[in-house]
């Protein structure tokens, strides 16, 4: 069925006033992932000062609450300690996006981090990764180390452990046990991101373009077929519903060309490490983001805590969500009197989807996109960056010239032949 816009808040999030700068420090990377957006290895590590430049920039023209620091993979950078030092020193939040192999029996550099000022951490893991000493494992076996990395984060404190995993038709029947293991990690897993893989055709009907002059695409998404690139955000939604009463989105970004497309899905569950009771409406999320900037001058994403005072179920007044909420906590109350004292936590799913090319070569991104890097001095989307590092600009998509035609469906429509409605009248110049 899938969820409805009109249940949901918008992020209000624009390319000037956006809670996160995504910060780029290497493209090396200790490892492998299917769909990875970034070719290993063609730049290596970035400079301390030209890093210093692009944190500036991102802090000037992005207005950014936090800094998602990624690569590659950012904790190899000799340098990482002083980035996220001097990210702290600017008052902005530093994230760390990792696939944890570096902190693996490696708890000191964990203290080390929080000391540098690190709010936290979102872990990479999936089955699709070459992870040394993990290779070959299912999903269900990655559990062990989501666990290991999720208890030794909570074990330190005062940090954030998100976990992603990228979404494949061949996993998408396990994403209901990733949610299941989190819900049951409530008090130390802060959210799940859910990304749908996507990659670009060589043989779609497209040819490729850019500067003008037509490329052979070489970009680490590039396969020979689409096989697999149609998971939506809907897919994973619907998975995740047909198994959780409880869950229901509450926030949504859409798409820049096509408007019935969610790219990226929110929601904000609710329980505790028994029971989980529900997900937070619209409403709720759209004071969280308007409070955060009356308060600090910007919106907000990743939160430090994610703890819940009792105090908040008044929320209830007029959030549907939270009503739904305080009344299935309160019938669990008054059969275990002593949950009444045990802390209430909240934990995100974020679903997004990626870019997608639409019938008409244009490609379709999320709107007011959060994941915005900084190129020679300019903004561009992360996913797409190699298109800038390869070709120097954005690469376009023209559909295949048909024979005895100009492209498209093979002829061009005469101007005398354009389509009038009744009543409507062609005016000369």
């Known amino acids: 069925m899938g969820p409805t816009k009109r249940n949901m808040y918008r992020f209000p999030w624009s390319g000037n006033d956006n809670p996160i700068g995504w910060l780029e420090v290497t493209d090396k990377c200790n490892t492998y992932c299917r769909g990875c957006y970034r070719i290993n290895g063609m730049q290596g590590h970035k400079t301390l000062e030209q890093i210093k430049e692009e944190i500036d920039l991102l802090a000037k023209w992005r207005n950014c609450d936090n800094i998602s620091i990624a690569g590659g993979e950012p904790l190899i950078h000799p340098e990482i300690m002083e980035i996220i030092a001097y990210i702290k020193s600017l008052k902005m939040k530093p994230l760390i996006l990792?696939?944890?192999?570096?902190?693996?029996?490696?708890?000191?550099?964990?203290?080390?981090?929080?000391?540098?000022?690190?709010?936290?951490?979102?872990?990479?893991?999936?089955?699709?990764?070459?992870?040394?000493?993990?290779?070959?494992?299912?999903?269900?076996?990655?559990?062990?180390?989501?666990?290991?990395?999720a208890d030794m984060v909570h074990d330190v404190g005062g940090?954030?452990?998100?976990?992603?995993?990228?979404?494949?038709?061949?996993?998408?029947?396990?994403?209901?046990?990733?949610?299941?293991w989190a819900n049951k990690n409530i008090d130390r897993v802060h959210g799940l991101v859910m990304i749908g893989y996507r990659n670009a055709s060589m043989n779609s009907g497209y040819d490729y373009y850019a500067n003008g002059e037509k490329i052979t695409l070489e970009t680490s998404y590039v396969f020979e077929d689409t096989e697999e690139s149609y998971l939506t955000s809907?897919?994973?939604?619907?998975?995740?519903?047909?198994?959780?009463?409880?869950y229901e989105t509450s926030a949504y970004m859409g798409g820049t060309n096509a408007i019935d497309k969610m790219t990226w899905l929110v929601s904000a569950q609710l329980g505790n490490r028994h029971q989980m009771y529900g997900s937070v409406g619209a409403k709720v999320m759209e004071l969280f983001q308007m409070f955060h900037h009356l308060q600090h001058g910007t919106y907000v994403i990743y939160s430090p805590?994610?703890?819940?005072?009792?105090?908040?179920?008044?929320?209830?007044?007029?959030?549907?969500?939270?009503?739904?909420?305080?009344?299935?906590?309160?019938?669990?109350?008054?059969?275990?009197?002593?949950?009444?004292?045990?802390?209430?936590?909240?934990?995100?799913?974020?679903?997004?989807q990626g870019p997608d090319l639409m019938e008409d070569g244009r490609v379709d991104m999320c709107e007011s996109c959060p994941d915005m890097t900084v190129w020679d001095g300019k903004l561009v989307h992360s996913c797409r960056m190699d298109e800038w590092r390869l070709y120097g600009g954005y690469v376009v998509a023209q559909?295949?010239?048909?024979?005895?035609?100009?492209?498209?469906?093979?002829?061009?429509?005469?101007?005398?032949?354009?389509?009038?409605?009744?009543?409507?009248?062609i005016h000369p110049n």
């Open 98 to 149: 990792t696939n944890g192999i570096k902190l693996e029996n490696n708890r000191p550099m964990v203290e080390e981090l929080k000391r540098a000022g690190a709010i936290g951490f979102t872990f990479h893991i999936d089955s699709e990764q070459q992870r040394p000493h993990w290779k070959g494992k299912t999903e269900t076996e990655l559990f062990e180390l989501r666990q290991y990395y």
């Open 159 to 180: 940090m954030t452990a998100f976990f992603g995993m990228t979404v494949y038709p061949g996993n998408l029947d396990f994403v209901p046990e990733m949610v299941k």
């Open 234 to 246: 809907s897919d994973v939604y619907d998975k995740i519903k047909e198994h959780f009463p409880h």
């Open 305 to 352: 805590s994610n703890k819940i005072p009792k105090i908040a179920m008044f929320l209830g007044l007029f959030d549907k969500g939270v009503r739904q909420f305080n009344g299935k906590f309160l019938k669990d109350v008054l059969r275990h009197p002593l949950r009444l004292f045990q802390p209430i936590y909240v934990q995100s799913i974020g679903i997004i």
């Open 399 to 425: 559909r295949k010239v048909a024979e005895g035609g100009a492209g498209g469906n093979g002829h061009l429509i005469a101007p005398d032949a354009i389509p009038v409605g009744e009543g409507d009248t």
